[in-house]
C-alpha cells in the first residue's frame, strides 16, 4: 500500500498520560499535514511540514502538544497530559509531487481518553 | 466564525434525485477550493476540485463564484452509494480549511 499510514489506528489513555501518533505520508511527498477530527464536525487544521520544516501552526496546537518531522518522510505528534476533550480521530496528510496540490489523508488514529 | 460554512443537513432524497449542498467562505484570499467525500468513520478522500469556470465529473457538478464567496455542488441521479458527509474546503495559506460537512442520505 503506498498511500498515507498511520499508526496506530486506535489508542485508549487514561488522563494525564502522554501520546504519540506516527504517519508515514506517501512516498516522495514533500508536504505534511495535522489534523484534529471530533463527532460532527469537519477535520481542524493542527500543523504543516514542508520537508522537515514545520512552516505552521494553528492556535489550536497547544503546548501539550508537539509535532517533528526530524528527516523530512515521517511525523509524529505527541500529546502530553492528555485530557477528554483530546479525545477525537488525529489524522494526517501528504500532498505534493507526484499529485500536485491534491491532499491525501490517512485512514486517522482514534484517541479515546478516559 | 468558521472560515467555511455549510449546511449540516441531512439531506435525505429518494434514489435518483438531484440534490444540491452549498457553502460559503470568509477568506476572500482563498485561492483553492475542493470538495471532499468522507464515509462514516472513514477519512476523508478528495471528490472534486473547484473552479470559477465550473466542472463537472459524471453526476457531479461543482461551482465556485468568488464575487459571493460561495461553492456548489450538484448531485445528479443520486445512488445509494453517495450516501456520505460532503466537505467543503477552501484553503488558508498552506492550510485547508474544512466546513462542517453536510449529511447526504439517499434512499431506495
Known amino acids: 500500500d503506498t498511500g498515507v499510514s498511520q499508526d496506530p489506528r486506535h489508542k485508549i489513555t487514561k488522563r494525564g498520560q502522554n501520546v504519540t501518533f506516527r504517519c508515514d505520508p506517501i512516498s516522495e511527498h514533500n508536504r505534511l499535514y495535522w489534523y484534529r477530527q471530533t463527532l460532527g464536525q469537519g477535520p481542524e487544521f493542527l500543523t504543516y511540514f514542508q520537508n522537515e520544516a514545520q512552516l505552521e501552526k494553528s492556535r489550536l496546537l497547544s503546548d501539550r502538544f508537539s509535532a517533528e518531522r526530524p528527516k523530512g518522510s515521517f511525523s509524529t505528534l505527541e500529546i502530553q497530559r492528555t485530557e477528554q476533550g483530546d479525545s477525537a480521530m488525529y489524522l494526517c496528510a501528504s500532498s505534493g509531487t507526484p499529485g500536485g496540490n491534491t491532499i491525501y489523508f490517512g485512514e486517522g488514529s482514534w484517541l479515546t481518553v478516559v | 466564525r468558521k472560515e467555511v460554512e455549510q449546511d449540516p443537513g441531512p439531506f435525505n432524497v429518494p434514489e435518483g434525485a438531484t440534490v444540491a449542498f452549498n457553502c460559503t467562505y470568509s477568506?476572500?484570499?482563498?485561492?483553492?477550493f475542493f470538495w471532499y467525500r468522507q464515509d462514516c468513520r472513514k477519512e476523508p478522500k478528495l471528490l472534486m476540485s473547484v473552479y470559477s469556470s465550473g466542472n463537472e465529473d459524471g453526476r457531479f457538478t461543482a461551482q465556485l463564484n468568488r464575487a459571493s464567496q460561495y461553492i456548489s455542488l450538484l448531485i445528479r441521479d443520486s445512488k445509494l452509494s453517495d450516501s456520505a458527509t460532503y466537505l467543503c474546503v477552501g484553503n488558508s495559506g498552506y492550510a485547508l480549511n474544512f466546513g462542517k460537512g453536510t449529511s447526504l442520505l439517499v434512499t431506495p
Open positions: 477568506n476572500s484570499a482563498s485561492q483553492s
